[in-house]
């Protein structure tokens, strides 16, 4: 089940500190993709 899915359909069951594992795994990833996006226009 996709993160999406999951925060749409199963709220109440989600579980806050998985979410900030998430984000914290994911953030530097999407923040140099941001900056290379930036940097390209």
Do not use: G, R, W
């Amino acid at each position: 089940m996709s993160d999406m899915n999951v925060l749409v359909h199963d709220y109440f069951d989600i579980d806050a500190e998985e979410i900030f594992k998430i984000c914290k795994h994911n953030a530097p990833q999407l923040l140099n993709t941001v900056k290379q996006m930036l940097e390209k226009m």
